[in-house]
């Protein structure tokens, strides 16, 4: 039966953590945490702002040589005074650099985003905001704005999870529907089946619980029932992509036989679990937030208005 509209989805049980994990979030609540709170760029709205771990120190999946990831998450009108502060080091945050510094020994990776931003990034089902805060391991939260954010928009309300689940499997069906009536072009048929292939991958973690997408796609989903049972065919599609650039000639024929007929049993399969949850398995137009490579937060916000009509 589908989950409850608007709920949670119920959490996989947490992974053992190792003792090196809990010793990183140890030295980040108490030495990382208070330094950020001092710093020059921060003192001023640390008492109004939210302060995360995130990355693989927040998710367990930390390293000997693994950074500690802080997110400072504030209000707009704390955020602007941040922005006015330090406008370099905002416009650095704003395209995706982290500060980085060693503190106590340990290297730190931080930067701040305005509650707003977050937001958006969220309602745009952004796979890396999914994955960030829906992992975050919070230090500091006044007022609980960042939590219930989350128990709204984040990647463990059921209306969200299944939204995303559903994006992923229509923008799956349309490429791999390309492929069927596209010209032989070795390059841009290689590039629709890896799409088609990313989105399957996606799928899958979702259906199988996954909290997000690591950078390693591959080793998450073989370790899910779902994802184990699309692998052959995984590899299927891969042997025929790299039969392409053999191939004397590339026909309609040999793409359908090679790349489209192994696709279309990972889709069967994705679609098949997907109705066996409850879940929708197909929509009346594309949804653009589900697209690969993922369009950004700002540009889909920029064309809001286009992409919140297809949704109607």
Known sequence: MPATSGSAVTRP????????????RKH???VCFPYLASHKALAPVAQDAAFAIVGSVATGFCRAGSD?????????????????RVPGL???????????????????????????????????HN????????????????????????????????????????????MLQRRAGVLSHMHCNRLVVAQVALEALTLSFKAAALLDGAEGFRKDLEALVSKGRVGRALMLYFLQVLAGVGSLGEAARVTQRLVARRVSRPLAEMIETLEREARSQGLRTGL???????????????????????????QR
């Not at 049980?13 to 990183?24: D, F, N």
């Not at 500690?68 to 006015?84: C, N, T």
């Open 13 to 24: 049980a947490p992974r053992r953590e190792s003792r090196l994990c809990k010793q990183l």
């Open 28 to 30: 980040a609540q108490e």
């Open 68 to 84: 500690i990831d802080i997110a400072v998450i504030a209000p707009d009108r704390s955020y602007r005074l941040v922005r006015r």
């Open 90 to 124: 905002t416009q650095r945050w704003r395209s995706g650099r982290p500060a980085e510094e060693i503190i106590g020994g340990r290297q730190l990776h931080w930067y701040a985003v305005s509650t707003t931003d977050v937001r958006r990034a969220l309602l745009c």
């Open 127 to 170: 796979d890396g905001a999914m994955y960030a805060y829906g992992t975050a391991r919070i230090l500091q939260d006044p007022g609980a704005r960042l939590a219930r954010l989350l128990a709204r928009y984040g990647p463990h309300v059921a209306d969200v999870r299944a939204a995303r689940i559903a994006g992923k499997l229509d």
């Open 284 to 310: 009346p137009r594309p949804d653009p937030r589900h697209a690969e490579p993922q369009p950004s937060p700002a540009m889909l916000w920029q064309q809001r208005a286009e992409w919140q009509a297809r």
